[in-house]
């Protein structure tokens, strides 16, 4: 037997078929490698930025459906099937979810009407609360507010109030976008003021409350920060509209140990606390209260 016999053609015609063979099978790889590389590279950059979490969970929901279907169609039994529909689900929620757990999202709300509203939020406060905002009034309009100071004092916590100073002009500009008297919001936030320090007096908590200088061209945050227990920030994205806070995006952190380095509330609190400590911050003492006008 030779050679010809156990190939069964040719040598030369062997090895030139071969030789095709392989390139054919190196060319494949090298496309493959590329179309995995550009599809690392794009699609999914496209798909997570174009897309929204509800468009992802919808694919694999259905992706789980096209399954469990195929499944029904092969006979596999009803135990298995909800089992396995049961672990998807799971895996799916996990794959999904995942990222908004390590960077502390709990929950979000199109606007502070479907979310958290500033009366539920005190009841959440045990021991200390820290807040940045305009004037705090939403806080301390409600029957909440002396509750919480209650609780505040007896556990020997503390707040922070960090708020609009009253000569804000900021604060005029928005008063005529919303058509209200120039000086209605500066006499909001002045009164707020003057009820966090009679109230929290009077509750014989430990409070302090500053004024910042932000050197910006509205001069007020874009944003609200609420800070429950060292645990909890409730963040409410700022639109000077006439809803006064109530249609505001609404976003509800936790603070995240484990992920300190990616996690929101760490970012947040950080900077709370940078413009805490601002040589232009402004302590509020009964004196600087007592010498506003009326």
């Known amino acids: 037997m030779n050679i010809h016999d156990i190939v069964g053609k040719p040598l030369p015609e ?6 095709f063979a392989l390139f054919d099978a190196l ?22 930025v ?12 259905v992706f789980l459906a096209v399954l469990s279907a195929a499944g029904v169609l092969l006979k ?14 799971e895996l799916l929620v996990f794959w999904v979810l995942r990222d908004l757990s390590s960077v502390g999202i709990t929950n979000a709300f199109a606007t502070t009407r479907q979310g958290i509203a500033a009366e539920d939020t005190l009841r959440l406060v045990k ?20 509750a919480m100071l209650s609780r505040v004092a007896a556990a020997g916590g503390s707040l922070k109030f960090l708020l609009s100073p009253p000569q804000n002009t900021a ?8 058509g209200r008297d120039d000086f209605s919001y500066r006499s909001r936030v002045k009164e707020s003021i003057r ?37 909890l920030c409730v963040f409410s994205q700022l639109l000077w ?39 232009t911050t402004v302590v509020v003492t009964p004196e600087l209260i007592a010498d506003w006008p009326a």
């Open 27 to 48: 060319f494949a790889a090298l496309v493959l490698g590329v179309l995995v590389y550009v599809g690392k590279k794009v699609s999914r950059a496209r798909f997570l």
């Open 195 to 231: 009820e966090i320090f009679k109230r929290a007096s009077a509750a014989g908590a430990t409070f302090e409350v500053r004024l910042y200088n932000l050197n910006q061209e509205i001069a007020l945050p874009h944003f609200r920060l609420l800070f429950i227990d060292d645990r």
């Open 50 to 61: 174009n897309y929204s979490l509800r468009a992802r969970l919808m694919v694999a929901v």
């Open 241 to 279: 509209s006439a809803g006064e806070g109530l249609d505001n995006p609404q976003l509800v952190l936790r603070r995240n140990d484990d992920s300190a380095g990616s996690s929101l509330y760490k970012g947040y609190r950080d900077y709370f606390d940078t413009l805490w400590n601002l040589d």
């Open 127 to 146: 021991r200390d609360l820290v807040f940045l905002g305009i004037g705090a009034k939403k806080l301390t309009s409600t029957d909440e507010f002396d």
């Open 14 to 19: 062997f090895f030139r078929d071969r030789g």
């Open 171 to 178: 604060l005029e500009e928005m008063a005529r976008r919303n």
């Open 76 to 89: 596999v039994g009803v135990v298995i099937l909800l089992l396995f529909a049961f672990a998807g689900f």
